[in-house]
């Protein structure tokens, strides 16, 4: 009785991390637009307070997510990816689409903006963990079982490469290729797709000059500080004065129409300007603990024979890392520069409500392994 009790538990690492994000996001998101949102709009609380509105919408939506049984999203997921498609054919029509910086990412719905990137990669995810329970025999043992996903995700990602959204179809397809490979997919034919992807990715940024352009700004940014290296430069000089413990909250000088995107892409550069060094493994560790809770929960669906739950909980993982890593890759100089969120922190809402709605989708999963109690003998996956 006691160790069902146990079992029950909420998982106190998974809700208290993505908490912490949402109310540290919150108050970063306050701090890097005042300035902006002042001076443009006249409202120095206008992002705040728009992101409030966001992140409401996105707890309700993820308590409508933690309620619905994951037998149901197992069946809805060719639906799900079906929906993500004509998202993402929708976003391209001319008249229907909304153009923002050159790039056409959103549809308008009256005074909201809905980025179907954001939604395709959680469809991606739901559809590929149902797939690998249908077809994991035949991704294990063939190349036409392993293929196939991987051809669903090269549709998606030619569809974000016209928008074009360079960055969401990196994380889709690596996120892709990682699920696929955990479930089982051999060795090799993982790593001759892997190698057959970065030569196309490498194609696709020399076959665009300003892709060409961020690639080498990235490696050099100091050549260009005042062009092609601004956002770099100014993002790398904003982590040079947070030191150790940072210039204090909301005494960032790189916020101050020098950084731009300071509330979007570029939080995290605020964030270690205002916080330090202190600030930014803390934000990391915060990351950490998902992702290490989302490996956990799969290890114990594997041992409980709940193989969509394993699946899931291994996408949403991989998926919340990779942006995160690129993200925070990006503002640190590490990888070019690439029009990614910070999953649970940076300012949108669609960004913010997929997030949510995956932290909850691996809620889900902890709550229904718990009720199943104790674990019984099952033959372990391939991977």
Known sequence: ?????????????LIGAPILLLGLGLVMVASASIASAERGLGQPLYYLLRQSVHLAAALLLAWGVLRIRLVYWEKAGP??????????ILVL???????????????????????????????????LAGYLVRRGAEVCGSARGFLKPMALAALLALLLLAEPDFGAAVVLCATVLGMVYLGGAKLWQFGLLLAVAVLLLGALVLSAPYRVERLISFLNPWADPFNSGFQLTQALIAFGRGEWL???????????????????????AVLAEELGLAGTLSVIALYGVIV?????????????????????????????????????G?????????????????????????SCAAIALLLRIGHELGLMGKPHAVERPAW
């Open 1 to 13: 009785m006691q160790a069902t009790a146990k079992a029950q538990m909420p998982d106190y690492w």
């Open 79 to 88: 639906a799900l990816l079906l929906l993500g498609f004509l998202l993402l």
């Open 93 to 127: 029509l001319p008249g229907v689409g909304k153009e923002v910086n050159g790039s056409m990412r959103w549809l308008g719905l009256g005074p909201l903006n809905l980025q179907p990137s954001e939604f395709a990669k959680l469809f991606m995810v739901v559809y």
């Open 246 to 268: 940072g210039v204090g909250l909301g005494a960032s000088v790189q916020k101050l129409f020098y950084l731009p995107e300071a509330h979007t892409d570029f939080l995290f």
């Open 292 to 328: 290490w809770r989302a490996f956990v929960l799969a290890q114990r669906a594997a041992q409980r024979g709940q193989i969509f739950a394993m699946h899931l909980a291994h996408g949403v993982g991989l998926w919340l890392a990779l942006q995160a890593f690129i993200n925070m």
């Open 330 to 354: 990006v503002n640190m100089g590490l990888l070019p520069t690439k029009g990614l969120t910070l999953p649970l922190m940076s300012y949108g809402g669609s960004s913010l409500v997929v």
